[in-house]
DNA sequence: AAACGTTTGTGCATGTTTTCACAAAGCCTG
DNA sequence: CAGGCTTTGTGAAAACATGCACAAACGTTT
């Protein structure tokens, strides 16, 4: 069979669960599973299993009716949708707290995200070396980018050099960005960026804290013992 | 006027939305701006400008037509939504690399989720200071928790031992729970799970890289000068 | 106090995502 | 090789989210 063309779009929240079945499915090739149900992986992955099943379908009609997906053909198969057939080095600015805790991480080069160059602009910091690699300085960010040819960028600077850190990264020629910071930044069209903000995911879990403390208040009488709170967060499970 | 009664449900991508204004906002306090319309705070927040009124609308009718909003009693309306008008401790389970960075910033604490507590259950780091707090045993959880109320845990734990992280805090009396393990938790109904997973922000990244070098490969004639890829993430800019 | 320019709040159309439900397709057993 | 059991793949419905467009509301100016 012929390597399949760029099939039609796939739709982004199809892609951003992607990432997870493959996951698990490494996981259970890993302990011998050849096999695998849509019901099964959905289990695993917390989801839905016709949501499963409709996700696989945008890659392929790659299961069996009756049996289920083959783990390994599947594994490559997500794998090679992703684009993760080959690494992605990635360059982090910013060797702070954060920056330098991103850089030892191992969980980030196994799963083929090598840690390509570090840049930070204060020079106490160039020269050290965190996670195997040697501080750069901000101003060898080009350098550091095309010499690893690097396209993915991580910034970890306080949030106001945020957007000084995208624009050298688009500068030096990486076209996409994941933003640690809780700075909004401005890159220019078809740069991606992705963002972690540690505070809103608190904000989202106190607001539903608090849902639940005024549920629970309204309704002292009726919540005997089952509590049966709606609680379900953006991502993520709630069982 | 009185205040207002547990209004309808907000929805969910509006309840992630409200963080990031809310801290535009604070920003714009700071400077001394008194008033916003809902046009200047979507540019801030890199959002279209009636999704800002529409969220807001769930809050109630806080606006002013021909005006816009007044900066502070929104930052109050927003928290008093997201239930900020309080502190909420967070106890985090691992006191390892993540969990020691994490409880040594104060861009937690900061934004009302001081850090009451952490826990690991490696004896060697039992006792030891991170972030101005005493790492405790994993079996103190409990008192930990009921000590100073905690409503939210964080897990930063190996993946391997993130279930029984999960399962501790919960037999602990949390309700809410922030993952940052790539293992996916089962919790019992009615408890609150997020998740931030590094390699699945990369994956997602690395999937657009994939899709604009085979959309470059197949227009290798036409695109000549100006790059116009699609790339849009799920959450953060592509301006 | 009317006319004007501005900006909100929201009905409605459109787009996206989830879920249901079932025919089609495969294995296995007898 | 037919019948039964299982599980996929996918239309179609429902639920959710976004974006447009405009009437209603407000402050300001004349
Ligand atoms: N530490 C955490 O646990 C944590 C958690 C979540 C989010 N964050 C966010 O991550 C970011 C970094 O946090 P941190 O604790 O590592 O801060 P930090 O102050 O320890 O590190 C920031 C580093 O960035 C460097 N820097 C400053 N301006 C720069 C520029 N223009 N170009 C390159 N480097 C520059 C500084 O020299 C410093 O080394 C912050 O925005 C923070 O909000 C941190
Ligand atoms: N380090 C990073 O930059 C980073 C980034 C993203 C995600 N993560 C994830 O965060 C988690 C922790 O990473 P890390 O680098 O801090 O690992 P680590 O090994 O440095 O720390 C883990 C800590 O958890 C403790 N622990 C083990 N089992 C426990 C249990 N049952 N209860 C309580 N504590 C227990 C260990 O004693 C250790 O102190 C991992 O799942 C990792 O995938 C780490």
Redesign the pocket.
């Known amino acids: 069979m012929a390597a399949q063309r760029s099939r039609r779009r796939i739709?982004?929240?199809?892609v951003a669960r992607l990432p997870v079945y493959l996951r698990m499915l490494g996981e259970q090739f890993e302990i011998g599973v050849a096999n695998i149900?849509?019901?099964e992986l959905a289990e695993l992955a917390g989801?839905?299993?016709?949501?499963v099943?409709?996700d696989?379908?945008y890659l392929g009609?790659?299961?069996?009716?009756?049996?289920?997906?083959d783990v390994e053909f599947l594994v490559y198969q997500i794998r090679r949708e992703l684009g993760l057939t080959h690494d992605w080095p990635v360059v982090i600015v910013g060797a702070g707290n954060l920056g330098q805790a991103l850089a030892g991480y191992n969980g980030f080069g196994d799963r083929g995200f090598p840690v390509g160059g570090i840049v930070d602009i204060d020079d106490s910091k160039v020269g050290s070396v965190v996670g195997g690699v040697r501080v750069r300085h901000l101003d060898e960010i080009k350098q550091v980018v095309q010499a690893r040819n690097i396209s993915i960028g991580v910034i970890a600077t306080p949030g106001a050099a945020a957007q000084d850190a995208a624009d050298s990264l688009v500068a030096a020629g990486v076209t996409s960005i994941l933003n640690f910071t809780p700075t909004v930044i401005n890159v220019p069209h078809g740069i991606s960026v992705g963002k972690v903000d540690l505070a809103v995911e608190l904000q989202i879990l106190a607001y539903h804290e608090q849902r639940r403390a005024n549920a629970a208040q309204g309704s002292v009488v009726r919540s005997l013992s089952g509590l049966s709170i709606p609680g379900e967060s953006r991502r993520g499970a709630s069982a």
């Open positions: 739709p982004e929240a199809t149900s849509s019901e989801v839905n299993a016709a949501k099943r409709k696989l379908s009609s790659y299961g069996t009716r009756g049996v289920g997906y």
